[in-house]
């Protein structure tokens, strides 16, 4: 399971920290992300992030997000600065893992996050 927090209300021009933990049987976690959704629209990719720390932004957050992860924790996090009120969104956290299942045998998932509400005003 993947559990999102820290959203919150901000006003435009501040910052907020978003987290996500992953609960449960994980053998390990290989590719991680954010992605939002704002009223009305698809969900969009935010960032990404690889087991090795790779990491991958849309156009319009680079320079303002910052995608990171703890993996002793099973954590993901992101940091945004300089948010706009387009920024608004119920945000997500996306993650790939391996649970063992035991007997060398392995199962590979994906899972979202329940998201966390984002709001930022003008």
């Known amino acids: 399971q993947l559990q999102a927090s820290g959203g919150g209300l901000v006003q435009a021009g501040g910052s907020l920290r978003v987290s996500c933990a992953a609960s449960?049987?994980?053998?390990?976690?290989?590719?991680m992300g954010w992605y939002r959704q704002a009223p009305g629209k698809e969900r969009e990719l935010v960032a990404t992030?690889?087991?090795?720390?790779?990491?991958n932004y849309a156009d319009s957050m680079k320079g303002r997000f910052t995608i990171s992860r703890d993996n002793a924790k099973n954590a993901l996090y992101l940091q945004m600065h300089n948010l706009k009120p387009e920024d608004t969104a119920v945000y997500y956290c996306?993650?790939?893992?391996?649970?063992?299942?035991?007997?060398?045998?392995?199962?590979?998932?994906?899972?979202w996050g329940q998201g966390t509400l984002v709001t930022v005003s003008s």
């Open positions: 449960g049987s994980v053998f390990s976690i290989n590719n």
């Open positions: 992030i690889s087991e090795g720390d790779i990491t």
């Open positions: 996306n993650a790939e893992y391996r649970t063992d299942l035991g007997g060398g045998y392995y199962l590979d998932s994906a899972s």
